[in-house]
T-cell receptor, first 114, second 118 residues
Framework: GNSVTQMEGPVTLSEEAFLTINCTYTATGYPSLFWYVQYPGEGLQLLLKATKADDKGSNKGFEATYRKETTSFHLEKGSVQVSDSAVYFCALSGGPWNTDKLIFGTGTRLQVFP | DAMVIQNPRYQVTQFGKPVTLSCSQTLNHNVMYWYQQKSSQAPKLLFHYYDKDFNNEADTPDNFQSRRPNTSFCFLDIRSPGLGDAAMYLC?????????????????FGDGTRLSIL
């Protein structure tokens, strides 16, 4: 079945450092890929998404590119801020005309220090 | 602002005492979801409603039930909570299951209700 694998956290960075959080997936067909962020005490917020190979999702300085050849959707940001401290979830769903449920990775906690 | 609202933010109940969590949305979305999220884990889908059609996940315990009396509201009922049911419960909505291009619709989450069992 479909699955998502994320790097384990916590990821600890200083402010303005470069961020990469790795995400790889296993799926049949052409899934849609998402990154969600969960700030302390809150629900999940959609950060960005990509629906087909080579698409790049971007939002708030974060980017991720849908790489079908490596089945990856790594999250990157050039310069993190303390306010980016949160848990980041990579997720996939079935893809075009497929209503399969959203599958989440286990989440990666990011801690950014001043 | 249009949003997904969960009440209460924190709920404490006794072992075996029924409890109801509520979710409302002003987005007018067709689909509403309930997830269970235990500490340091990914959210786990319990069930969803597409309009009035209820869709239960195969591994959701019978102890968990849901009601959707209208488009705006959805309730999660736990008939006899056990200690293992202590978790964050997240409600989410999406406009539809698929967009006009066949792409999957993103889900919009509430802030969750943290349930504690005494």
């Amino acid at each position: 079945g479909n699955s998502v694998t994320q790097m384990e956290g916590p990821v600890t960075l200083s402010e303005e450092a470069f961020l990469t959080i790795n995400c790889t997936y296993t799926a049949t067909g052409y899934p849609s890929l998402f990154w969600y962020v969960q700030y302390p005490g809150e629900g999940l917020q959609l950060l960005l998404k990509a629906t087909k190979a080579d698409d790049k999702g971007s939002n708030k300085g974060f980017e991720a590119t849908y790489r079908k050849e490596t089945t990856s959707f790594h999250l990157e940001k050039g310069s993190v801020q303390v306010s980016d401290s949160a848990v980041y979830f990579c997720a996939l769903s079935g893809g075009p005309w497929n209503t399969d449920k959203l599958i989440f990775g286990t989440g990666t906690r990011l801690q950014v220090f001043p | 602002d249009a949003m997904v609202i969960q009440n209460p933010r924190y709920q404490v109940t006794q072992f075996g005492k029924p409890v109801t969590l509520s979710c409302s949305q002003t987005l007018n979305h067709n689909v509403m979801y309930w997830y269970q999220q235990k500490s340091s884990q990914a959210p786990k889908l319990l069930f969803h409603y597409y309009d009035k059609d209820f869709n239960n996940e195969a591994d959701t315990p019978d102890n968990f039930q849901s009601r959707r009396p209208n488009t705006s509201f959805c309730f999660l009922d736990i008939r006899s909570p056990g200690l293992g049911d202590a978790a964050m419960y997240l409600c989410a909505t999406s406009r539809d299951l698929l967009g006009q291009d066949g792409g999957n619709q993103p889900q919009h989450f509430g802030d969750g209700t943290r349930l504690s069992i005494l």
